[in-house]
């Protein structure tokens, strides 16, 4: 019986949990929605204010607004604004020297009277710089002091006790996301550009370029049109990529011999046709300056996959080969 009844209590808080959970992602999605049919010319402001900033944005915030302005400081930084997070606490007691002429600030607070502002607020106003609050109360001693304010429609925190900040932080961190990606829009940031502040992990191996991880010159697997199956299939062994490139005395790619294409042909005379008899016409290719993950989709996407992507130039000259191993090893898959 005892065991029956704890089990009962754990059913009925496995669902009270999901309850909470749902109404914890509802309110806030119900807050972003609110938020995003707030933006006016405000934003439009504030995004041009940070375009025209010479030196960096310095965001700031205390206590869980301060976590979320490191994060944004971070955003910033990585979508080609240079920004930091000055911690409000520390600024008055010597951080201030790190906020100079030419930046703009960026300070975070839902209730705009977060103490720990006033030194970094003055020091902003003092040497003439750009202040955007984003604050939850228009009257807020943050607001008054502001030169732009971003603000965030009125909004429970969810739970049921509606104390901890949870809405409110979700809508600055979405907001200030907002104003990243919208500066890096204005700014034609590009993925080649993206790719050159992110040189690690996972997304720098995905924004790699071909040419970065193509095999070139003598390892690779070529042979003009009248070269027979004999001497083909000698050379698709020696160059270990399973594949053999077809070209003409240009060097531009004209087919490929696979496996498959091996397979189809099987025949008492297979041994001393051409290849340009058994080759697969116009094969996938891949650019050399195209992203490395766009060579793993053209490899895995389409039927029938392929292992190997030929890498041509404009003229369709053949400059590499790139096989999925190499992406494998970069990191890509």
Known sequence: MTTSRTLGRAEATDGE??????????????????????LDQRFTEAVATLERVTGRVVVTGMGKSGHVARKIAATLASTGTPALFVHPAEAS?????????????????????????????????????????????????????????LLLPQAR????????????????????????????ARRGFTSAAFGQIHPGGKLGAR?????????????????????????????????????????NDANQLLGVVTDGDLRRAMGPNLLTRPVADIMTASPRVIGPDAL???????????????????????????????????LLRAGVA
């Open 292 to 326: 490395a993950e766009d060579a793993l989709r053209a490899m895995t996407d389409q039927n029938p996959k392929v292992t190997s992507l030929f890498v041509v130039d404009a003229n369709r000259l053949v400059v590499g080969i790139v096989h999925i191993h190499d």
């Open 17 to 38: 949990d999901i309850a909470i959970g749902r109404d914890v992602l509802t309110t806030e999605a119900q807050a972003l929605n609110a938020l995003a049919a707030s």
């Open 157 to 184: 925190e969810a739970g049921p006790i509606g104390l901890a900040p949870t809405t409110s932080t979700t809508m600055q961190m979405a907001l200030g996301d907002a104003l990243a990606v919208a500066l890096l």
């Open 93 to 149: 007691h010597g951080d201030l020297g790190m906020v100079v002429p030419g930046d703009a600030v960026l300070a975070l607070s839902n209730s705009g009277e977060a103490a720990e502002l006033a030194d970094i607020i003055a020091h902003a106003r003092r040497i003439g710089l750009p202040l955007i609050a984003i604050t939850a109360r228009a009257t807020s001693t943050l607001a008054q002091a502001a030169t732009m304010l």
């Open 207 to 247: 924004l790699k370029r071909v040419h970065q991880l193509m095999h070139s010159g003598e390892a690779v697997p070529l042979a003009p049109g009248d070269l027979t199956m004999d001497k083909a299939i000698l050379r698709i062994t020696e160059k270990h990529f399973g594949c053999l490139g077809v070209i």
